[in-house]
């Protein structure tokens, strides 16, 4: 059964993926495992309070959800290529 997300854009948005990369592994230089599992909640949060659409946000933990216990469509996808479509 394929997932589709209707309100969550799942194309590549971020103009530089790779400088986005290195900022967030920048983020956590010098930060144990706690402060580095606190700060990536506080950024997600942050994020999520200025999507603000709901739909958004469900579909997007849902996104997130599939694509950690590796339920994907069989294409090919990195960290700067999220899927629209998933397995179930």
């Not at 949060?45 to 996104?63: K, T």
Request: glycine content about 6%; proline content about 2%.
């Amino acid at each position: 059964m394929s997932v589709r997300f209707e309100s969550l854009e799942t194309g590549l948005r971020i103009s530089d993926p790779d400088d986005f990369y290195q900022a967030l592994i920048d983020l956590h230089a010098g930060l144990d495992d706690d402060e580095s599992q606190r700060v990536n909640a506080k950024l997600v949060l942050i994020l999520a309070n200025h999507i603000g659409d709901l739909n958004v946000l469900r579909e997007a933990l849902q996104c997130a959800r599939l694509s950690a216990s590796g339920r994907r469509d069989g294409s090919r996808h990195g960290v700067d290529q999220f899927p629209a479509t998933y397995e179930q």
